[in-house]
């Protein structure tokens, strides 16, 4: 990680911290407050990957799933549910952007289809008692407004709350279990400012592999989400103030849209307001 080269006194900072958090803007910050800035504060278009755009369309292929009546969610009803999402997502800029060519197109379509099979071996989506599907939830902490979609709310036997997140990427390491649930911990923090009641369960459901993992929220931790939160605010705010969003170099720099305005790859942060609309948009074009 390099020093910040934009020090500045306070006064002469240009940007104004958001008034909002997400779960994804709170990794994003804790992952590289650089990317942060371009994304979140300076909202520079990004390229979207085939990862991300996979995972869109096997969360829509999911949703339209449960639209149907719980009897009706059958093997064919996912296959149906498979082909109108690939049908929906061949106009959209998330997948026409990514240029594929035939080969690749067929991959990634084979691909959602195994994701979406895969489903079905996880749980029976006829025995789901769902409330909510791709559910828009947000609640004040202080004057931090948090926001969240929780993928699939329910009830189980017992009429408590359920939450459920499809994970289209690796299921984490035990290492990593935590912090994958940092996010499920926002929504069970939503659910109860919204609902007043706290979700018995919090699940992640890894569709790659199979494997779901499971946690139970409890005021600890969801009081440990607020302080954790409160305090990425903190350092966004403080980030801000000072103009000092440090790059900090990671894998992630592969998938990066903003690398050549990176000082770690060479680059001027302050070129990329005006060059990366020009650059990433002629990217998408080629
Ligand atoms: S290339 Fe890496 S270090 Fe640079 S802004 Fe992107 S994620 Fe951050």
Excluded at 211 to 229: D, G, N
Aim: hydrophobic share 40%; proline share 7%.
């Amino acid at each position: 990680m390099t020093e910040a080269p934009e020090s500045a006194p306070a006064a002469d900072s240009p940007w104004t911290a958001p008034t909002s958090l997400s779960p994804s803007r709170v990794e994003s910050f804790l992952s590289c407050p650089l990317a942060f800035r371009f994304s979140s504060i300076e909202k520079l278009p990004d390229l979207p990957s085939v990862a991300a755009t996979r995972g869109s369309l096997v969360h829509r292929a999911l949703e339209l799933l449960f639209v149907e009546l719980a009897p009706n969610r059958t093997p064919d009803a996912l296959d149906r549910s498979v082909e109108r999402a690939i049908t929906e997502y061949r106009t959209d800029p998330d997948f026409t952007l990514l240029a594929l060519d035939d080969k690749q197109t067929a991959v990634f379509d084979h691909e959602c289809r195994q994701l979406a099979a895969n489903y079905l071996t996880m749980e029976d989506p006829k025995a789901i008692r769902d409330i909510g599907l791709e559910l828009r939830l947000e609640a004040p902490v202080g004057k931090l407004t948090l926001r969240g979609i929780i993928d699939r709310l329910e009830l189980d036997a017992d009429g408590e709350l359920i939450v459920t997140d499809y994970k289209t990427g690796r299921a984490p390491s035990p290492n990593w279990e935590r912090k994958s649930l940092s996010g499920l911990n926002f929504y069970a923090f939503l659910c109860e400012s919204i609902f007043g009641r706290r979700p018995a369960a919090i699940r992640l459901m890894y569709l790659k592999s199979g494997e779901t993992i499971t946690a139970t929220p409890s005021a600890q931790s969801t009081k440990f989400l607020i302080t954790r939160t409160s305090a990425v605010y903190k350092a966004v705010v403080a980030a801000c103030e000072r103009n000092d969003f440090r790059p900090r170099q990671s894998a992630l720099c592969n998938y990066c849209s903003y690398q050549q305005w990176c000082p770690e790859f060479g680059g001027n942060p302050s070129l990329a307001a005006t060059e990366a609309p020009v650059v990433l948009g002629q990217a998408a074009l080629a």
